[in-house]
Structure formats: C-alpha cells, structure tokens
C-alpha cells in the first residue's frame, strides 16, 4: 500500500530499449530500498540512486512494477514500459483547453504520471481547413477564446515528458469561404447539392486526385512543422457515399485508406516519428482501413454497441484486421452526474477493454473524463477517485503483455463454459459466462505456448450495458478455477488493481491425475471488480 505523503513521478510516460528510468522522490525523502518486478518475478535492474533520484538501467522492453521504501519508512509503488524503437501499444489521452488562462502544464504531467503515450489536441487549430493559429490570440470554430502559446508550451511539454501530441484535423470539414472558392472540391448528393455537416461546414471530397486532399496534406504538414508528433484524423460517421463534382460517385471506405497511408507518409517525410490515428466512427469503415499505415486501429464507440461484449468484439475483430494495437473512445456518460454509480462504470468499462486486449480514450486534462464526444464539456474527476484512475492506468502498464500485448489465441469459447470442460468456474455466490452477460462474472481466456491467462471481470450486481451507473459488484471469496491441463506447470499467479499493491500474488494450486491427464484447481483469495489470472508452464 503506497502512503499518500510519499508520491514519486517518472520523468517520462514511457521508455524506449536503452533509456534510464528516472524517478523522482519527494523533497527531503531518500530511498532505502527499490525494487523491481515484471510479472510475477524480480527484474534484474541496475539501480543508483542520487540525491533525490533513482535510476533504473539494464532493463529489457516490457512492462514493469517498481517498488520503493523510504528511509523513514514510507512505500511507493509504480509501474513503467520499455518499449522497443516505436510505442509497443497507443495509450491516448486528450488536451482540450488552450485558452489564455492556461499557462500551466499541470494537465500534460498529471498524463505523464497516468502513462498516457500520445495525446490529442483537441481543437486546438484556427479552422478546420486553416490549422495554423494566424496570431498568438485567436478564436477556435466554435468561437472560443484561444492562446497559441498555450498550445505550443503543451507541445512542448509532452515532448519532454515522452509522450507525442497529435494534432486534430478532420478529414473533410471546411469553412462556407474556402467551400465557395473551390466548389470542385466539395461533396456532393446526387442530385447536385452541396453536403453540409450541421449547417455550418462542408463535406469535401477526398477521393484521390481532389484538390481537397492536395490541401489538407499541406495542413498536415504545417501541423508537424509547428511541433506536433502525428495527426488525428477525425471523420463524423456520415457521409459514407457521395458524388463529386462531376457528378461521379465516391465511396468514401475505398477512399479512405489512400487517404490514411499519404497522410502517414507526408507527416513521416516531416518528421520519421510522427504518425497518425484515424477515426472509424461506429466501427466504420474499420474492415477497410484497420490494415493501413496508422499507429492503432481506433474506433469511437456508439449505440447500438451497448453491451459488454460489443466492446470484446470490436477490439478482438479490429486486431485480427490491422495486427495491432486497438484504441476505443468510449466516453461515459455516467458522469455528467457523477458519483460512485459513475466510478463503477469507469472501473468495469476499462477493465472491460483492457481484458479484451484494447485501451481506452476517455482520460485526459487535469484530472479530466470525457462523458461526450465534445471534448471540451469533460468532467473533473474527485480527488478520491483519481487514486483509483491512477492505480488502473498503472496495472494497465505492468501487466501490458498479458492484456494490450498479449498475441495469444483467444480460446474463450472453445476452453470453457457450455460444453467445454478445459477450464471450468464455479462458485457459490455467481454464475459466469463467456460473453459479459448480466449479473455473472465474464471469463476471458487466452492461451500461448508457455502461459494460459483468465481475466474475470465481475459484472455481478449490473446489466451487460457498459455505458450507465453501475452498482458495486459482490464481493467474490470463493471462486475456484479448474484446468483440464497434462502441462507440468511452473507457477499459477493472479493480479488485481483492486488489491492493496500491485504485485502478483502466487494462488494456492493443488492437481490429481485422472484418465483425462492431470487436472489443476485454483482458489482465488478474492475478486471484486477485475483480476488476471495466469498459469505459467514449464
């Protein structure tokens, strides 16, 4: 358990093979003891410490939980990734206040501290077809006051601390002026009319060839030079069949992945590092676009994929799709009003998602919740609760290759529940299932040559729907766990952001042999809202 006066920051969201690991301590603290865990083992990490600093070396790529002991007796505890020469997985967050009041980048580090690793700039621009600020003070589309510095010191910042800020610019949305100067970009219906998206922007085509995609590549490019690591793409969902101005049809999924891979080529002549996200609004075109040049297949969620499961399945189709890392925006809704019904549906959604091998957009700001798709209404999280959102984001990070990257084959569906016997659940104060039904404990299995790992996400008390206020599941103390496994096994462990501390905790595990080969049984201490649970073999 981390005491509350002993608060370490990294100096950075995320490593890259080579690095030191920097922490920073507490004015006057000193360190009497670090340590370093991936997994359930120790980590065999150069350790020195400075002054008020530690440094961490020696380090492979993965994902880490580091525990400190202060002289007077304080505990810390934290978790970091290493990951090779590019992010291992896009864990996104967003900035939504530009304005001239915004001087501070308190927002950019309370990120760092979440291991946010890329960061939208959510209108921060001019307009939608002019990016670039024309002066320091200025007013965005929906006529809020700006401060140009304030975004570049953002930019800036997030640099520093290891994080990329991508610069939001839609795909096809332009001012009446720049749509009257150039009607032969525009999209149009097929009886002629001009496409308006709320009646004050116009659709414009960017079919390969449109003077509109020559235009908005220059943006993008104006974008990198002003300091940005990428660009997020954003579309609304509609149109999806058009015309151009010659009256021929466009179908924007065949479209769009031209438009995704030279986007990602012209920022990466600007700057090799950069990148970019493109919105599938509603999963759509995701079938089309999932394999092209962008750093995660990202998907913002809508009705009717309302159920638990429709998160499972968003994220596991998008991976067979693009072989990647999968993003949802998945706002909640819960918080316009707040309360602990809200921090219930925040807690169950993003285990929910990590479980199922994605990672969620919805935090960001200072201490900020995106509960709707205008980024600027989002809400403030308790001070409370943000200890818990902090404890989540680090579980997500040290046990990133059993949920975000872990490449085993999902066998859910084939290992257990109806008539499969591979692995059973039972208990007697739940029911389980295999698909996020209500009132159950939802399993999630995955399966690789030397390790077989279980997610239980206890929706025990709540409906299958992720996105309303949600009770406190039960209280879970006697759920066993057994495995039709002719494995010699080396280790069983399970993990949960619900427990005191971070670290794996070895389950008790007994066998016998039957005619069907050897037959493991695991008691789980306890399980409130998530646990991962994974059996090493020899």
Same mark, same amino acid.
């Given at each position: 358990?981390?005491?509350?006066?002993?608060?370490?920051?990294? %100096?950075?969201?995320?490593?890259?093979?080579?690095? $030191?690991?920097?922490?920073?301590?507490?004015?006057?603290?000193?360190?009497?003891?670090?340590?370093?865990?991936?997994?359930?083992?120790?980590?065999?990490?150069?350790?020195?410490?400075?002054?008020?600093?530690?440094?961490?070396?020696?380090?492979?790529?993965?994902?880490?939980?580091?525990?400190?002991?202060?002289?007077?007796?304080?505990?810390?505890?934290?978790?970091?990734?290493?990951?090779?020469?590019?992010?291992?997985?896009?864990?996104?967050?967003?900035?939504?206040?530009?304005?001239?009041?915004?001087?501070?980048?308190?927002?950019?580090?309370?990120?760092?501290?979440?291991?946010?690793?890329?960061?939208?700039?959510? $209108?921060?621009?001019?307009? @939608?077809?002019?990016?670039?600020?024309?002066?320091?003070?200025? *007013?965005?589309?929906?006529?809020?006051?700006?401060?140009?510095?304030?975004?570049?010191?953002?930019?800036?910042?997030?640099?520093?601390?290891?994080?990329?800020?991508?610069?939001?610019?839609?795909?096809?949305?332009?001012?009446?002026?720049?749509?009257?100067? @150039?009607?032969?970009?525009?999209?149009?219906?097929?009886?002629?009319?001009?496409?308006?998206?709320? $009646?004050?922007?116009?659709?414009?085509?960017?079919?390969?060839?449109?003077?509109?995609?020559?235009?908005?590549?220059?943006?993008? !490019?104006?974008?990198?030079?002003?300091?940005?690591?990428?660009?997020h793409m954003d579309t609304y969902g509609f149109p999806k069949r058009v015309w151009d101005s010659a009256g021929n049809p466009v179908e924007?999924?065949?479209?769009?992945?031209?438009?995704?891979?030279?986007?990602?080529?012209?920022?990466?002549?600007?700057?090799?590092?950069?990148?970019?996200?493109?919105?599938?609004?509603?999963?759509?075109?995701?079938?089309?676009?999932?394999?092209?040049?962008?750093?995660?297949?990202?998907?913002?969620?809508?009705?009717?994929?309302?159920?638990?499961?429709?998160?499972?399945?968003?994220?596991?189709?998008?991976?067979?799709?693009?072989?990647?890392?999968?993003?949802?925006?998945?706002?909640?809704?819960?918080?316009?009003?707040?309360?602990?019904?809200?921090? *219930?549906?925040?807690?169950?959604?993003?285990?929910?998602?990590?479980?199922?091998?994605?990672?969620?957009?919805?935090?960001?700001?200072?201490?900020?919740?995106?509960? $709707?798709?205008?980024?600027?209404?989002?809400?403030?999280?308790?001070?409370g609760f943000s200890a818990v959102v902090q404890k989540y984001c680090d579980f997500l990070?040290?046990?990133?290759?059993?949920?975000?990257?872990? %490449?085993?084959? %999902?066998?859910?569906?084939?290992?257990?529940?109806?008539?499969?016997? %591979?692995?059973?659940?039972?208990?007697?104060?739940?029911?389980?299932?295999?698909?996020?039904?209500?009132?159950?404990?939802?399993?999630?299995? !995955?399966?690789?040559?030397?390790?077989?790992?279980?997610?239980?996400?206890?929706?025990?008390?709540?409906?299958?729907?992720?996105?309303?206020?949600?009770?406190?599941?039960?209280?879970?103390?006697?759920?066993?766990?057994?495995?039709?496994?002719? !494995?010699?096994?080396?280790?069983?462990?399970?993990?949960?952001?619900?427990?005191?501390?971070?670290?794996?905790?070895?389950?008790?595990?007994?066998?016998?042999?039957?005619?069907?080969?050897? =037959?493991?049984?695991?008691?789980?201490?306890?399980?409130?809202?998530?646990?991962?649970?994974? =059996?090493?073999?020899?």
């Amino acid at each position: 358990m981390a005491d509350m006066n002993f608060k370490c920051t990294f %100096d950075k969201a995320q490593y890259f093979t080579g690095e $030191d690991i920097v922490i920073s301590l507490p004015d006057g603290a000193a360190a009497e003891r670090v340590s370093v865990a991936r997994l359930e083992a120790g980590a065999d990490a150069v350790i020195s410490c400075s002054g008020g600093e530690i440094r961490l070396s020696g380090l492979a790529p993965g994902g880490y939980g580091v525990k400190i002991l202060s002289a007077a007796g304080e505990a810390w505890e934290g978790a970091f990734e290493i990951a090779g020469s590019a992010p291992a997985a896009v864990r996104y967050g967003f900035l939504a206040d530009f304005g001239p009041g915004d001087v501070g980048t308190e927002d950019v580090e309370w990120m760092r501290d979440l291991h946010i690793n890329a960061v939208q700039f959510y $209108d921060w621009m001019y307009r @939608h077809d002019r990016l670039i600020p024309p002066g320091r003070r200025y *007013s965005d589309p929906m006529g809020r006051e700006m401060d140009a510095e304030a975004v570049r010191r953002k930019i800036e910042r997030c640099r520093q601390l290891g994080m990329r800020p991508m610069a939001y610019g839609a795909v096809y949305a332009a001012t009446p002026e720049t749509a009257e100067a @150039h009607p032969d970009w525009c999209m149009y219906t097929m009886s002629g009319r001009p496409m308006k998206f709320a $009646d004050w922007l116009y659709f414009m085509n960017v079919a390969a060839g449109s003077g509109w995609t020559e235009h908005l590549m220059a943006e993008y !490019r104006d974008a990198i030079a002003y300091g940005f690591s990428g660009i997020h793409m954003d579309t609304y969902g509609f149109p999806k069949r058009v015309w151009d101005s010659a009256g021929n049809p466009v179908e924007l999924k065949n479209e769009f992945p031209g438009l995704i891979n030279r986007a990602a080529r012209e920022v990466r002549g600007a700057d090799a590092s950069a990148g970019v996200i493109f919105n599938a609004v509603n999963n759509w075109p995701i079938d089309t676009v999932a394999a092209s040049e962008q750093d995660a297949a990202y998907i913002e969620v809508w009705p009717p994929n309302d159920r638990y499961s429709d998160l499972y399945r968003l994220i596991r189709r998008a991976r067979e799709l693009s072989g990647g890392n999968v993003v949802l925006a998945a706002y909640l809704k819960p918080f316009r009003d707040g309360g602990a019904a809200a921090e *219930s549906c925040f807690r169950l959604c993003w285990a929910a998602i990590s479980a199922s091998g994605g990672t969620q957009l919805v935090l960001g700001e200072r201490m900020g919740l995106l509960s $709707d798709s205008y980024y600027v209404d989002y809400t403030r999280l308790s001070g409370g609760f943000s200890a818990v959102v902090q404890k989540y984001c680090d579980f997500l990070v040290r046990y990133g290759e059993l949920l975000y990257n872990d %490449d085993g084959t %999902d066998v859910t569906c084939t290992a257990s529940g109806g008539i499969n016997e %591979d692995i059973c659940f039972s208990s007697g104060s739940c029911a389980f299932s295999t698909d996020g039904a209500a009132d159950t404990v939802w399993t999630i299995v !995955r399966e690789s040559e030397r390790r077989t790992s279980i997610n239980l996400v206890n929706l025990t008390n709540n409906s299958a729907l992720w996105n309303e206020g949600k009770r406190e599941p039960e209280r879970l103390t006697d759920i066993r766990i057994r495995l039709r496994l002719d !494995r010699p096994v080396a280790g069983t462990y399970m993990a949960s952001p619900d427990a005191a501390g971070l670290g794996a905790e070895e389950l008790k595990c007994s066998f016998i042999e039957s005619p069907e080969g050897r =037959i493991y049984t695991l008691e789980l201490p306890e399980l409130r809202y998530w646990a991962l649970i994974w =059996i090493q073999l020899e």
